[in-house]
């Protein structure tokens, strides 16, 4: 999913500043399917608002300077339904743990556990974020996009438990 349509669909849930889009992107239920910096936030919004899409109002804060909040409009609701109406192009699934895993044969059995290992714990530490997303009680489709997640986690993590051996055998 390209940034436009990824703030489009944020601020389909409520208006927010670029600092909140980029922390649901960095730490919520979106870090999970997208990455996205600041330097690609702004710009993006800079050229939703142009384009009608959303507004952008200020807020004066002591001391610092005017928070900008983004809102959808009914034309951003249209684009953001359009683009949704297109099927997503196929996952892409880009992953240094497997590059490395690939060459296995040129590196020492130890370390391949200890690669595994690693990925087993991460894999653990994602299951946790995501459990603790599940206990805020997340409805419709939030709900089903973390489960899937979760999902997928669990099974990356059990797939490891159960054939890493075959790595160093």
Do not use: W
């Not at 684009?79 to 240094?96: A, F, V």
């Amino acid at each position: 999913m390209d940034i436009k349509t990824l703030c489009l669909g944020i601020l389909s849930l409520g208006d927010a500043t670029g600092y909140e889009i980029k922390k649901m992107v960095a730490e919520g239920s979106f870090s999970f399917f997208s990455e996205a910096s600041f330097g690609s936030i702004y710009p993006a919004l800079t050229k939703l608002t142009d384009e009608g899409f959303i507004t952008c109002r200020s807020e004066t804060q002591s001391n610092r300077p005017d928070k900008k909040i983004y809102s959808l409009t009914k034309l951003g609701v249209k684009e953001l339904e359009g683009t949704l109406e297109k099927s997503p192009k196929p996952d892409k699934n880009r992953s240094e743990f497997l590059a490395a895993l690939l060459f296995a044969e040129a590196i020492s059995p130890n370390r391949i556990q200890n690669l595994v290992d690693e990925r087993i714990e991460y894999h653990a530490n994602q299951i946790k974020v995501l459990e603790d997303l599940l206990s805020e009680k997340p409805t419709g489709a939030s709900k089903f996009v973390i489960e899937y997640g979760l999902e997928m986690q669990r099974a990356a993590a059990k797939f490891l438990q159960e054939n890493s051996k075959s790595l160093t055998d």
